[in-house]
C-alpha cells in the first residue's frame, strides 16, 4: 500500500517538472521572438514621394525703387518785365517748339525800337548811308576825308613849287609857311579819319542798340524753346512737351528780380521717352551696367509691367549711405506713364538656362542647415544644399513653388518630397 502511494507521487512530481519546464521554456521561446519582430520592422523601406531635380531658367535680378522724371523739364521765366495781356497755354497741354505761350504789353518796348531806329538813322546820315555798312566799307571814301586829302595834296605841290622856285623870288619865310601847311594839312586827313571811324563806331553801337530793343520786342512773346538733341544712342531727339507747371494769369504784371529763385511762370516737361532714377546699394555696382534691361510696376497699371533700359550708371559711391545711382530711359509713345510716378524697378542682371531647382517641400531645415534627402537605389542620401531664387510654376490647375539650390544635385536627381520626418543619411526607402 506504501509502495503504491510512494509510486503516484513520484508520477506527479514529474508531471509537476514536466510542465514547469514547458513554461519556461514558453517563457523564452517568446523573449527571443519580441526582438526578431522588433528588427523586422525597423529593416522595412520607409514610404515616400519623390520629384527630380529638373533644370530651369532662372533670372538674377535687383530690386529697387524710384520715381519717373520728364527726359527734360525746363522752366520758363520771363526775359523782360510788363503785363500779361494774353495766355496761350494752360497745364496739360502739348506744346511744340515755336508756340506762344503768352504775350507781354509791347508797347513800351516798340517805342525803345523806334527811338533806336531813329538814333541809327542820324549816325548814318552823317557817313552818307542809309543803311548799316557791311565789313568792307572803306571809310576813306567818305567826303570829309576825300576834301582833307585834297587839301594835303595841294599844300604840298605848293611847298614843292616854292622849293624849286629861285631865291630871288622866294623868301625863306614863305617856304617855311607852305611847309607848315602840309603838316596842317596831314593834321587834318588824320583828324577827318578819327571822326570817320567815330561815327562808323557809334553806327555800330547804334545798330547793335536797335537789335538790342528788337530782341526785348521779340521777348515779350514767350515761346516754347526747341529741345537739346538727346546725347544717348537709340533716344530720338524730342519734338514736344507737356505743360506741367502755370503760375500766372492775363493782367498780372510779371517782375525781373536778380539773386532770388522765384518760381517759373511755366515749366515744360519732355514725356517721350521719360527716365527713371534709381538709388542701389554699394554691392551691387558689380552686378549693374548700361543696356540691362528693368521691369517696372506701378500702381496705377497693376496688371501691365512696363520696360526700360539703364542708360547711365554713376559709379560714384554717396559716402553717407554706401548707395550710387543708376538712371533708366523708359519708352513712352503712347503717354501712359507720367513724370513724377513712384515705380517699382526690377532689373535684370544676368539669366541662367539651366539653374538646378527642386520643390519647396523637398527642403529640410535643422539647426540653421537646409538639406534634402536623395534617393538612389532604395537608400536615402543626405544632401546641404543652399537656396535661391524662388520659381512660381504652374502645374496643372495650381501653382507650386521651386527654389534653385546649389549643393551635390545632379540634374535628374530623385529628391524626397514626403515622409522626412522617418529619413536618415542611410535609411531605406521606396517610392510610394
Known amino acids: 500500500m506504501v509502495s503504491f502511494k510512494r509510486k503516484w507521487l513520484i508520477i506527479g512530481l514529474v508531471a509537476v517538472v514536466v510542465v514547469g519546464g514547458l513554461a519556461v ?20 523601406p520607409v514610404v515616400v514621394t519623390v520629384e527630380p ?19 527734360e523739364e525746363v522752366p520758363i521765366t520771363p526775359k523782360v518785365e510788363g503785363r500779361v495781356v494774353r495766355v496761350h497755354k494752360f497745364v496739360g497741354d502739348v506744346v511744340q517748339p515755336g508756340d ?49 586829302q585834297a587839301l594835303e595834296k595841294q599844300a604840298r605841290s605848293r ?23 602840309v603838316d596842317v594839312a596831314v ?39 526747341p529741345p537739346n538733341s538727346s546725347p544717348d544712342p537709340g533716344v530720338p531727339p524730342a519734338k514736344e512737351y507737356v505743360i506741367a507747371f502755370r503760375k500766372v494769369s492775363a493782367g498780372e504784371t510779371v517782375r525781373i528780380i536778380p539773386l532770388t529763385d522765384a518760381p517759373p511762370l511755366f515749366r515744360l516737361v519732355i514725356e517721350q521717352p521719360l527716365k527713371l532714377q534709381l538709388t542701389l546699394a554699394e554691392r551691387q555696382l558689380a552686378e549693374v551696367r548700361v543696356g540691362q534691361t528693368v521691369e517696372l510696376d506701378m500702381e496705377a497699371y497693376p496688371k501691365d509691367r512696363f520696360t526700360g533700359t539703364i542708360s547711365r550708371i554713376n559709379r560714384t559711391i554717396e559716402r553717407s549711405s554706401r548707395t550710387f545711382s543708376v538712371e533708366v530711359v523708359v519708352p513712352n509713345e503712347d503717354r501712359r506713364l507720367s513724370a513724377g510716378s513712384f515705380v517699382k524697378a526690377t532689373i535684370v542682371t544676368k539669366v541662367e538656362d539651366k539653374a538646378h531647382t527642386v520643390p519647396e517641400e523637398s527642403l529640410v531645415q535643422f539647426a540653421g542647415v537646409t538639406k534634402v534627402f536623395v534617393l538612389e537605389g532604395g537608400i536615402v542620401r543626405e544632401v546641404v544644399v543652399k537656396t535661391g531664387i524662388a520659381l512660381i510654376v504652374t502645374e496643372g490647375s495650381r501653382n507650386r513653388t521651386w527654389l534653385e539650390v546649389e549643393g551635390d544635385l545632379p540634374a535628374g536627381a530623385q529628391v524626397v518630397t514626403s515622409g522626412q520626418t522617418r529619413l536618415a543619411n542611410g535609411v531605406n526607402a521606396k517610392i510610394r
Do not use: H
Open 25 to 44: 521554456a514558453s517563457k523564452m521561446g517568446g523573449s527571443k521572438a519580441e526582438p526578431k519582430a522588433k528588427l523586422d520592422s525597423a529593416t522595412e
Open 53 to 71: 531635380v529638373t533644370a530651369r531658367p532662372v533670372r538674377r535680378t535687383v530690386s529697387a525703387v524710384g520715381s519717373l522724371w520728364g527726359w
Open 100 to 148: 506762344v505761350l503768352l504775350e507781354i504789353d509791347p508797347t513800351d518796348f516798340q517805342l525803345a525800337v523806334r527811338e533806336a531806329e531813329r538814333g541809327l538813322e542820324l549816325e548814318l546820315s552823317r557817313l552818307n548811308l542809309t543803311i548799316p555798312p557791311t565789313k568792307e566799307f572803306n571809310f576813306t571814301e567818305l567826303p570829309s576825308i576825300a576834301r582833307a
Open 159 to 181: 611847298a614843292n613849287r616854292l622849293k624849286s622856285s629861285p631865291r630871288t623870288t622866294v623868301t625863306e619865310e614863305e617856304i617855311q609857311q607852305a611847309m607848315t601847311d
Open 187 to 225: 593834321s587834318n586827313v588824320r583828324q577827318a579819319e578819327l571822326e570817320a571811324r567815330a561815327t562808323l563806331a557809334s553806327v555800330r553801337f547804334r545798330e547793335a542798340a536797335l537789335k538790342s530793343a528788337q530782341q526785348r520786342l521779340a521777348d515779350t512773346k514767350i515761346l516754347v524753346p
